[in-house]
Each structure stands twice: as structure tokens, then as C-alpha cells.
């Protein structure tokens, strides 16, 4: 049952118009506006959630970038290339700066 809300008159609840004063029962499109704010919620979500996808991808590709680029470590002591992130020589156990 709807309630007109000019008059106030009790309407079927498949009723779009007041069979009272005519007053438009505004169910139906605020249900449609309802459905089109949550849909816009949801879709100002996904971006966010994409954007968030999108940043965290290019921070690991960056740091993996870094990595490549990062020049290899090097004992002094006994002249063997290290791994760029060794913090000791894996020969002499020397500790690498
Ligand atoms: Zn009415
Ligand atoms: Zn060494």
C-alpha cells in the first residue's frame, strides 16, 4: 500500500499516479535513482580499486627496475661479484657496504 504524499490517500502499491489528486507516487524512480547511486558507487569503487592496482603494479615494476639497474656488489678483498642486495661476500664473509 502506498501513501499519497500530497493528500494522503491509500494507493495500490503497483499505483504510479494518486487515483485521488493524481500526484505522481514517486516510487518508481527513486527506486531507479536508488539503483543508479549504488551503481555509480560501485563504479567510483572499481576505479578507485583499479587505481590502487594500478600504482601498486607500477611501485613493483619500479622497484624490479631499480633492482636490474642497481649495480652488482663487489669483495675487495678477494675479487668476486656479489649479488646486488649481498650484505657479505659469500667467499671470504667479508661484510660488503
Ligand atoms: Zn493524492
Ligand atoms: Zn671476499
Redesign the pocket.
Same mark, same amino acid.
Given at each position: 500500500m502506498d501513501y499519497c504524499q500530497k493528500c494522503g490517500n491509500k494507493n495500490d502499491e503497483d499505483a504510479k499516479y494518486c487515483n485521488k489528486c493524481g500526484n505522481y507516487l514517486n516510487k518508481p524512480s527513486s527506486f531507479e535513482k536508488n539503483i543508479e547511486e549504488a551503481a555509480e558507487e560501485l563504479g567510483r569503487k572499481a576505479e578507485e580499486f583499479g587505481k590502487r592496482i594500478e600504482k601498486r603494479a607500477k611501485e613493483l615494476t619500479q622497484t624490479d627496475e631499480e633492482k636490474a639497474q642497481s649495480t652488482p656488489k663487489h669483495?675487495s678483498? &678477494?675479487d668476486?661479484d656479489l649479488d646486488y642486495d649481498a650484505k657479505f &661476500?659469500l +667467499? &671470504?664473509g +667479508?661484510e660488503i657496504e
Open positions: 669483495c678483498d &678477494c668476486v &661476500c +667467499k &671470504c +667479508k
